[in-house]
């Protein structure tokens, strides 16, 4: 993002210096838009006579974000990588009637979460100085395999 001054380039350091003339400069405006595209499917297969089923499962979702910035005394560029994501998700389950009130479960789980977002893009740790960022939310990216056993007990 750039500021402007009477159209040139502004630092930070001449704005907070109080190169504004007066409070309407300070006057802003954000309009945020989301786009989500979600879908999923799941497949389920009884197998044999009511005692194995199969499932398997999809799930997608994505955002497109995007930020307009709109300012009175400065030109301020629009961010389109604000609030990306794309999540995907596959599941396998496998469900087994060891008796009629009592079954055994198998399952496995796969997930893949992509974040965008010019807040944590290219995101540095920096100690000291005038600043100090920990480095908390800094990679929120993060892909998950999970397998699982249960018991499944009914009354």
Known sequence: MQARLNGAPATLLEILNGSFEDA???????ERLDITKSFGVKLEVPLLKER???????DYQNNDGKAD???TAVSL???TDY?????KTAKLKAEFAVKENLSLIAGYTY??????DILVNDYENIVGGNAYFSGAYADLDYEANI????LNYKF
């Open 69 to 71: 910035f709109t300012a």
């Open 111 to 116: 997930e893949k979460y992509e974040y965008d």
């Open 77 to 79: 560029e629009d961010i």
């Open 52 to 58: 194995l089923n199969l499932s398997a499962g999809f």
């Open 147 to 150: 397998g699982y056993l249960s």
């Open 24 to 30: 309407d400069d300070f006057n802003w405006t954000l």
């Open 83 to 87: 609030d990306d994501y794309v999540k």
